[in-house]
């Protein structure tokens, strides 16, 4: 039943194109005759070049993991709390972007600022294609501004990473060894009320496993404190935890198509991928040389365009 109503998805989406383009041959005849005015043939136009582009996007998540969820974690670089307003600033972005899109989201973990914005945060985007549309965030994001923080006014350059892995669903088997997991518990910070400050609620997990490239013991740690449930707080570590052994068994697939598809430009992991250059009114991805002078736009959540340029120059790579 999930074959056939994918199939189906692209069968409609296909018709739809293909209406559109034939509505745009029939008022292009109609202008000849002048029937329609010019304004008409170029809605016409842009409507049909919108669905055609939208369905070449869609035709870039073809991966498996592109129909998953996503999990975004985002720790602050060195720099103090410019480089944690920045982690903020980002925060914001994604989650102005997932509202825009309709997916819902889950604030796992948040370790707030010194004096201001955040260390690290994570949030679960679920729905849809999550995944397919963010990990073109995955990297290194540089900000350079005057900072409010600096009392001499200087230009100042911060360093945000930006991690994207896939929310796994019930439709991906991971295997867990029990014997590699270990559990602390603590105390929840933050608001909350009395529950929070008075009972062991959040958890951390490690888990231990051996990298079969390196042949060294590598260790996964993750921290849940969303739920006022310490169990709670464990179902949903256990399933972060899914999502990177998923996402450490797709690298591997992407070495190896790496090392068949050698000629190929190859996206590295963490790589400084975007510059935010505030005082220029300019953002640029280092990746497609896809740029805007909206800065504003693109705080308040509007990546579609960033989004889009990677997926249609890479997206169909196995990267």
């Known amino acids: 039943m999930k074959k056939i109503k994918e199939l189906k998805k692209w069968v409609e989406l296909y018709n739809e194109v293909k209406t559109a383009c034939e509505e ?15 304004e008409e043939v170029m809605q016409a136009y842009s409507h049909a ?10 035709n870039m998540l073809r991966n498996e993991e592109d129909k998953l969820g996503a999990v975004i974690k985002i720790v602050a670089g060195a720099g103090g709390t410019e480089a944690q307003d920045w982690a903020d600033m980002l925060f914001r972005m994604y989650q102005r ?38 990990k073109s965030e995955n990297g290194v994001h540089r900000l ?3 900072s409010p923080f600096n009392a001499q006014g200087k230009r100042m350059t911060s360093f945000t990473s930006v991690f994207v892995v896939p929310l796994v669903d019930d439709s991906i088997e991971i295997e867990i060894n029990p014997a590699n997991l270990t559990w602390d518990t603590f105390r929840s910070s933050g608001a909350g009320g009395q529950n ?3 009972v062991e609620t959040g958890v951390r997990l490690h888990y231990k496993y051996k990298d079969e490239t390196t042949g060294k013991m590598e260790e996964i740690v993750i921290e849940n404190t969303e ?19 998923y996402e450490i068994e797709l690298e591997k697939r992407r070495a190896e198509t790496a090392k068949i598809e ?7 992991w963490g790589s400084q991928i975007r ?5 220029d009114r300019r953002v640029k991805d280092h990746r497609t040389d896809y740029q805007t002078s909206n800065v504003q736009s693109v705080m308040d959540g509007n990546i579609d365009g960033f989004i889009k340029a990677y997926l249609m120059e890479f997206g169909g790579m196995n990267n």
């Open 24 to 38: 745009l041959n029939l008022a292009f005849d109609f202008f000849k005759e002048e029937a329609v005015s010019e």
């Open 227 to 245: 739920s006022r449930s310490q169990f709670g707080n464990k179902d949903n570590a256990l399933r972060l935890l899914k999502s990177q052994l």
């Open 196 to 198: 929070v400050n008075k």
């Open 144 to 146: 350079v501004r005057v």
């Open 49 to 58: 070049l919108e669905l055609i582009e939208n369905l070449e996007m869609q």
């Open 262 to 268: 050698a000629g190929k430009k190859k996206i590295e």
């Open 97 to 134: 972007w997932s509202e825009a899109h309709g997916y819902k989201t889950e604030i796992t973990n948040l370790q707030e600022g010194d004096e201001a914005g955040i260390k690290t945060a994570t949030i679960q985007v679920e729905g849809d294609m999550a995944y397919g549309y963010l």
């Open 275 to 279: 510059s935010y250059v505030f005082d």
